[in-house]
Antibody, heavy 123, light 107 residues
Framework: EVQLVESGGGLVQPGRSLRLSCTTS????????VNWVRQAPGKGLEWLGF??????????EYAASVKGTFTISRDNSESIAYLQLNSLKTEDTALYYC??????????????WGQGTLVTVSS | DIQMTQSPSPLSASVGDRVTITCRAS??????LAWYQEKPGKAPNLLIY???SLESGVPSRFSGSGSGTEFTLTISSLQPDDFATYYC?????????FGQGTRLEIK
């Protein structure tokens, strides 16, 4: 069974950093791209970026709104993807999801999602 | 960025109704469009990909159509479990973008 489980969320002060993890199982992690998507309270879905599979160099693409402050990485040996959140602002408060792309090279459509981890940015 | 606009929102309907949700893209996205269903407290669930391909395990009452800039999601006969929020997503061009969501409510 394919599973993605996010962790690492919590309450953090503005300007601080946080690293989210996406621990996966049930599939060959290295073959797939992984996306990160967030949803602010009561709002819609916002794509943050993705990381290509090992075969495509593990390169990344980001939304302009987070480029330079958020960083996606992966550890193929542990089947975990990460989202590093730096210089956090109150508007970054959201539920953060990792999702599996249906391909290794493109963000694609998202066939599996984690349950999300909540990040609250507040002083 | 490609803007995705869904209509209507919200949408009120009754069990057994046939409903259609429209998603319009601000540029040509070919057929690179997916539809998701979201229920309160749960992650979105993939329904349709590549505009009209039904994801495995999704009931056949769901169907998608369209290409270019205009797409539709149709539910042929609404079931109680279908009252939820629906999102379209384009994956033709980065950044990936979603529609604003359509909340399907019980009439």
């Amino acid at each position: 069974e394919v599973q993605l489980v996010e962790s690492g969320g919590g309450l953090v002060q503005p300007g601080r950093s946080l690293r989210l993890s996406c621990t996966t199982s049930g599939f060959t992690f290295g073959d797939y791209a992984v996306n990160w998507v967030r949803q602010a309270p009561g709002k819609g879905l916002e794509w943050l970026g993705f990381i290509r599979s090992e075969a495509y160099g593990g390169t990344t693409e980001y939304a302009a709104s987070v480029k330079g402050t958020f960083t996606i990485s992966r550890d193929n040996s542990e089947s975990i993807a990460y989202l590093q959140l730096n210089s956090l602002k109150t508007e970054d408060t959201a539920l953060y999801y990792c999702t599996r792309a249906n391909t290794g090279n493109y963000a694609g459509h998202f066939d599996y999602w984690g349950q999300g981890t909540l990040v609250t940015v507040s002083s | 960025d490609i803007q995705m606009t869904q209509s209507p929102s919200p949408l009120s309907a009754s069990v057994g109704d046939r409903v259609t949700i429209t998603c319009r893209a601000s540029q040509n996205i070919n057929r690179w469009l997916a539809w998701y269903q979201e229920k309160p407290g749960k992650a979105p669930n993939l329904l349709i990909y590549k505009a009209s391909s039904l994801e495995s395990g999704v009931p056949s009452r769901f169907s998608g159509s369209g290409s270019g800039t205009e797409f539709t999601l149709t539910i042929s006969s609404l079931q109680p479990d279908d009252f939820a929020t629906y999102y379209c997503q384009q994956y033709n061009t980065y950044p990936i973008t979603f529609g604003q969501g359509t909340r399907l409510e019980i009439k």
